[in-house]
């Protein structure tokens, strides 16, 4: 433990002389700093626990309002994680078995005590509790973390969607962190398809929240709007009421007629590419604002697109920051090749042979941030 760090010591001590022998040897301890607090009443020490910062617990068992076994009990049920060393002047050796396995730290005769053994038994006290409250912290993390992925993945498209005129296949594979990654699409009831890739900011169950937040403002508002641009401009509207700017989301998103062969875009801090039957490739080149920064942003839509049968979208997130073992990033020419050289394949072939090729590409190694992409493909003649 660090020389200059301060630690925080509660004695709770009804003997003047005994307070002051406990003071006098722990100034002799050497690489610490010590606060001590002192009080002569249980009560009192429960009340200081309540109300100061607290590392450790110095404990006479025999005190004016409490005393044995009980003394302890009370004050490790208030004490919560920070660690408690008894004191008692009898060498009652059942006494201080009972003691340690209800859970005390140790327990310490007084008059046999020794500077550098108390200094010992103060930092590994001190270090044990720590070390047990991060590895709680952690379970609780990682449950949260596994909380996040189910959710995740019960709101994500769970079939490919193949309409005859409109082929769409979406996948995502998390990072061992990152729980931000968002895909969807949906009929509008109007003969279009919306296609959403987007990416949360912030890991854990909090970005999922905004991810599920997210995805349930879209979906309502394309009931009743089909333009990208008012759905995103709507959609930011609402997140800024709840996330006030602390919390940001990067989208693209589509809007489909397949009857019409007519593909309009709007973009939020992300694009997408549109590989022709023929092999051509547009970039759908993305707006820099993001949603939930600015209230007042407004998200204007591409003009219309026209497409041809076999035309493919591609959305995608985190494939083109995807690294080798070597630290070399897929790219975006690597993205755009896989999808041209399968074009004529199904929506859901494409998928697969670009995940194949980004899995051969990084070995599988895990990635800083999870790999989405949806493929929409125009009817068209097609390779099984």
């Known amino acids: 433990m660090p020389g200059t760090e301060t630690l925080h010591i509660l004695l709770v001590e009804d003997n003047a002389a005994d307070a002051r022998l406990i003071l006098a040897i722990l100034s002799e301890v050497e690489g610490s700093l010590f606060s001590l607090r002192r009080v002569d009443r249980l009560e009192s020490g429960l009340e200081s626990l309540r109300n100061e910062p607290t590392d450790l617990m110095l404990l006479d068992l025999m005190l004016p309002d409490s005393d044995g076994l009980e003394t302890f009990r009370r004050a490790k049920a208030q004490a919560g994680t920070v660690p408690i060393i008894l004191l008692s002047a ?3 050796k059942s006494l201080a078995l009972s003691a340690v396995s209800e859970g005390a730290e140790d327990f310490l005769v007084k008059g046999q005590i020794e500077p550098q053994a108390l200094g010992r038994t103060l930092h590994l006290a001190i270090e044990r509790h720590r070390r047990e409250r991060a590895e709680r912290e952690l379970g609780i993390a990682q449950e949260q973390l596994r909380v996040a992925r189910r959710i995740q993945q019960q709101l994500l498209p769970i079939v ?48 999922t929240i905004l ?38 989301v990067s989208l693209f998103c589509a809007c489909i007629d397949p009857g019409r062969r007519a593909l309009v875009y709007s973009s939020a801090g992300q694009g997408g590419y549109l590989i022709g039957g023929s092999g051509t490739v547009q970039t759908l080149k993305g707006h820099q604002l993001v949603l939930g920064v600015a209230g007042d942003s407004v998200f204007q839509s591409s003009p219309r697109i026209d497409l041809q049968p076999g035309d493919v979208l591609l959305a995608a997130n985190g494939i083109t920051e995807a690294t080798s073992i070597d630290g070399e990033s897929f790219g975006r020419q690597r993205l755009v090749e896989v999808v041209q050289s399968h074009r004529q ?6 998928l697969g042979s670009l995940q194949k090729a980004v899995n051969a590409f990084t070995s599988g190694q895990p990635q800083a941030d999870g790999l989405t992409a949806v493929v929409a493909r125009l009817g068209g003649e097609q390779v099984e």
């Open 160 to 207: 490919e969607a193949d309409t005859g005129r409109l082929d769409l296949a979406g996948a995502t594979a998390l990072s061992e962190e990152s729980t931000g990654d968002y895909y969807d699409y949906f009929p509008t009831g109007r003969g279009s398809w919306v296609v959403v890739v987007g990416d949360v900011s912030g890991q854990g169950l909090g970005s």
């Open 345 to 350: 394949h199904s929506a859901a072939a494409i």
């Open 211 to 248: 991810m599920a937040e997210t995805r349930a403002f879209l979906r309502a508002l394309a009931e009743s709007e089909a333009d990208p641009g008012e759905l995103l401009t709507r959609t930011n509207r609402l997140l800024f009421k709840d996330t006030e700017g602390y919390h940001f």
């Open 90 to 92: 009898l060498q009652d």
